[in-house]
């Protein structure tokens, strides 16, 4: 659905965008940054309110910059504030409902389905100059989704939603892409989008660093050990049974009471293979194991260092 080739968009003297080449289709795919790294604009050039200062962006085929054509298959909530507060949240999504050129009694009607999926149906009515922070972030996704679209474009969609709200939006979100849709979430919040999908682009400095499955991405930095930890009474016992297999750099035992180990190794998928083996042929119990590599926040981290 959408397709950069070689895109990059200055600003003066300034990088916003530099040589990007990806495509998105259908699916989550969350856009994973630092603030600056170009994320917003790339969803620019993409919901074609930018053109491309040298390279080509298309989506569903076409070029978006004015092109009306796309725009009524694109839904957009930006990050910047822009409601009109003396509106009721009812009347500003179907206003916005009606430019994708729908009836009254449609945009009406679509505008009422749209609020009820964000769950601000109680507040409709109300004007959205007494919305809170995060009720006014719904009434944004509301009108993002009014006209179903076939492309989403929602930038930090999850700013200023409390707890409870930001679990509705992102299973909203993941609800809607399972329908078929592209869906593209920017955010730099990484535990929020580990659960909403395993598909990234990561972009850094207006650059594209990463795209693809987070967890294969993971397993592409061999450069970086992978680090396991287990919890285990025998802790000392495994460290020393570890140590056997040519594929573990090292071992680490926890000073407080040696009962917890970390592991590190270049050959996750070896040591995850061997170790279900080793703790019921050993006689080892287990009672927790995890690791803080195997996920968005060591990807990120090991992408943009530096």
């Known amino acids: 659905m959408i397709k950069l080739a070689r895109a990059s968009r200055w600003y003066g003297q300034v990088i916003g965008l530099n040589d990007v080449s990806c495509e998105i289709g259908p699916g989550l795919t969350a856009l994973l940054g630092p603030n600056g790294a170009g994320k917003s604009t790339l969803m620019k050039l993409v919901t074609g309110q930018l053109r491309p200062t040298t390279g080509d962006v298309h989506v569903f085929g076409e070029r978006p910059f004015a092109n009306t054509r796309v725009f009524r298959r694109i839904g957009y909530?930006?990050?910047?504030?822009?409601?009109?507060?003396?509106?009721?949240?009812?009347?500003?999504?179907?206003?916005?409902?009606?430019?994708?050129?729908?009836?009254?009694?449609?945009?009406?009607?679509?505008?009422?389905?749209?609020?009820?999926?964000?769950?601000?149906?109680?507040?409709?009515?109300?004007?959205?100059?007494?919305?809170?922070?995060?009720?006014?972030?719904?009434?944004?996704?509301?009108?993002?989704?009014?006209?179903d679209p076939d492309l989403l474009i929602l930038d930090e969609p999850l700013n200023g939603l409390d707890p409870v709200g930001r679990r509705e939006m992102s299973d909203l979100f993941v609800k809607l892409a399972s329908q078929g849709k592209c869906v593209v979430v920017s955010s730099h919040i990484l535990y929020e989008v580990e659960q909403m999908t395993r598909q990234i682009i990561l972009i850094d400095?207006?650059?594209?660093?990463?795209?693809?499955?987070?967890?294969?991405?993971?397993?592409?930095?061999?450069?970086?050990?992978?680090?396991?930890?287990?919890?285990?009474?025998?802790?000392?016992?495994?460290?020393?049974?570890?140590?056997?297999?040519?594929?573990?750099?090292?071992?680490?035992?926890?000073?407080?009471?040696?009962s917890t180990l970390t592991i590190e190794t270049r050959q996750p998928d070896q040591f995850y293979d061997d170790l279900p083996r080793i703790a019921v042929?050993?006689?080892?119990h287990i009672t927790e194991f995890e690791s803080p590599d195997n996920n968005l926040e060591a990807v990120f981290r090991y992408l943009v260092k530096g």
Not at 281 to 284: A, E, L, P, R
């Open 77 to 147: 909530c930006p990050e910047v504030e822009s409601c009109y507060e003396d509106m009721t949240g009812e009347d500003f999504v179907g206003m916005l409902a009606a430019l994708s050129g729908m009836s009254p009694a449609e945009s009406a009607r679509r505008a009422r389905e749209a609020i009820e999926m964000v769950g601000m149906t109680s507040a409709a009515s109300r004007k959205i100059g007494g919305y809170s922070k995060g009720m006014r972030q719904r009434v944004k996704i509301a009108q993002a989704i009014a006209h």
């Open 205 to 258: 400095r207006g650059r594209m660093r990463a795209m693809g499955d987070v967890y294969q991405i993971r397993a592409l930095i061999d450069a970086h050990p992978h680090r396991v930890t287990i919890a285990c009474p025998q802790a000392r016992q495994l460290a020393r049974r570890m140590l056997e297999f040519p594929y573990v750099l090292s071992v680490a035992l926890d000073g407080s009471g040696e």
């Open 281 to 284: 042929g050993d006689g080892y």
